[in-house]
């Protein structure tokens, strides 16, 4: 069974050493050194950001990694999400997680759309974006810069129309957020 805890203080060690593993950091937007200060510091901007909400994904009250929304909207109905699987042996739940945060997001919170973004490469989460219902709506050519290469980012959206649509089995995934 998956819950969804606030991110809290007490989580962000935890964080940190999924945030740094070379297995979790290869396929994010942003490369982070290990700062538990930074961490903090990053921690508190969030939390008094009503445009920002943070979880820690949990599986039969095992904590096994982090999601999402960002640049939350509410005016204009739409977010950003990410999120990735901290704990390897996990990584087997990483493509039904999302049917949680899109029945919340399009159910609870009556959002619109979700934006996402995937780096070059991340050919895994592209297909199940796609599988999901989202539409590449472009990409950033040589965007980011990692590694000493640029990466391009592509970037895709899912609107609630297209996720009912298109996933109506999904409706039975619906988890506890805590808010």
Known sequence: MFEFIKLREEHLEKVLNWRTKEDVT?????????????????????????????????????????????????????????????????????????????????????LNKINAEVLEGNENVMKLNLLHGYRKVGVFKKHIYKNDKFYDLYLLELTKEDWKKANKRYDKYEAYFEI
């Open 26 to 110: 290869r396929y994010m937007i942003t490369d982070i050194e290990y700062d538990l200060d930074k961490q903090i510091k990053w921690f508190n901007q969030i939390t008094n950001n009503p445009s920002e909400k943070y979880w820690i994904i949990c599986y039969n009250s095992v904590q096994i990694g982090l999601i999402s929304l960002n640049d939350i909207d509410y005016k204009n109905k739409h977010t950003r999400w990410g999120y990735y699987i901290g704990e390897e042996e996990y990584r087997i739940y990483g493509g039904i997680i999302p049917h949680y945060l899109y029945n919340y997001v399009f159910g609870t919170l009556c």
